[in-house]
């Protein structure tokens, strides 16, 4: 999703007068608009799909830094412990 600078930078002014377009091209390339207020970025639109895509890939970041944060504290246990104690909790 790498912006072209000379198709992906619009102003607030071209969302105006042309928004049909516009929202064809980012569902088109899959690309953000960057919307800019006196020449000064000032908000990205995005296509829903690629929102929801950039959203499911911070939750699945914000897990593994967990399980980072986990690991380094100490807070683990030995898979075979771990099955151990699940089958004898479960009486598997």
Known sequence: M???ITQDIRSITDLKRQTG???RQVHETGRP???TV???AEAVLLDA???EKIEATLAMLKALLKGEE????GKVTDAREFFREFRRAKKV
Do not use: M, Q, W
Not at 70 to 73: C, F, H, P, Q, V
């Open 49 to 51: 799909v690629e929102y």
């Open 21 to 23: 377009a516009i929202l």
């Open 33 to 35: 608009i960057v919307l």
């Open 2 to 4: 790498t912006i072209n």
């Open 70 to 73: 986990d690991i380094l504290s």
């Open 38 to 40: 006196n020449g000064k």
